[in-house]
T-cell receptor
Framework: EAQVTQNPRYLITVTGKKLTVTCSQNMNHEYMSWYRQDPGLGLRQIYYSMNVEVTDKGDVPEGYKVSRKEKRNFPLILESPSPNQTSLYFC????WGTGGGRETQYFGPGTRLLVL | AQSVTQLGSHVSVSEGALVLLRCNYSSSVPPYLFWYVQYPNQGLQLLLKYTSAATLVKGINGFEAEFKKSETSFHLTKPSAHMSDAAEYFCAVKYGGSQGNLIFGKGTKLSVKP
């Protein structure tokens, strides 16, 4: 089954304790992206990657890191989490460049993070 | 900056009534347009998308949307609401062809009353 998976689904942590949220897709997609969803703000892009070893900042990259060493994986790293990073996080992927921009983006189930 | 606006953060309809969720984009160049649905405790799922073919786009679960360039709109409709339609709906736009990223609206939460 074609899917985007994220782990963990729920996470409670404390300020300053480094954490990683994993994201994996099995559709051989070039493009992957991370979003955060906050009430009343919709989804905002954190980082995206157009292919292996190619990453770029989205609209709200502060406090986050990413890496893309393999095509299927795109982990989100919070080096020193703070309470304002409490949010619902989504990973997404899509094919790149074959449809001129009209490709559908597929989303993971989300990771709910609480930073105390 | 290019943006997308969803009018109404909450919409409530009765079961069987028309559903109308509004979305307007800001650009003189028509972008690609998408509607996503998010059911409680789930990720986003594509409902439909406009990619410059037919202006009336049919999606899953009986939803459709019409692209109106003169109004810079892409409103989502369903003739008869069902209880299972209760969810949050996001309009998204993509500018810049293959290079651009998806820009999401703030979402509209749809409630369906019995």
């Amino acid at each position: 089954e074609a899917q985007v998976t994220q782990n963990p689904r729920y996470l409670i942590t404390v300020t300053g304790k480094k954490l990683t949220v994993t994201c994996s897709q099995n559709m051989n997609h070039e493009y992957m992206s991370w979003y955060r969803q906050d009430p009343g703000l919709g989804l905002r892009q954190i980082y995206y990657s157009m292919n292996v070893e190619v990453t770029d900042k989205g609209d709200v990259p502060e406090g986050y890191k990413v890496s893309r060493k393999e095509k299927r994986n795109f982990p989100l790293i919070l080096e020193s989490p703070s309470p304002n990073q409490t949010s619902l996080y989504f990973c997404a992927s899509k094919a790149w460049g074959t449809g001129g921009g009209r490709e559908t983006q597929y989303f993971g189930p989300g990771t709910r993070l609480l930073v105390l | 900056a290019q943006s997308v606006t969803q009018l109404g953060s909450h919409v409530s309809v009765s079961e069987g009534a028309l559903v109308l969720l509004r979305c307007n984009y800001s650009s003189s160049v028509p972008p690609y347009l998408f509607w996503y649905v998010q059911y409680p405790n789930q990720g986003l799922q594509l409902l439909l998308k406009y990619t410059s073919a037919a202006t009336l786009v049919k999606g899953i679960n009986g939803f459709e949307a019409e692209f109106k360039k003169s109004e810079t709109s892409f409103h989502l409709t369903k003739p008869s609401a069902h209880m299972s339609d209760a969810a949050e709906y996001f309009c998204a736009v993509k500018y810049g062809g293959s290079q651009g990223n998806l820009i999401f609206g703030k979402g509209t939460k749809l409630s369906v009353k019995p």
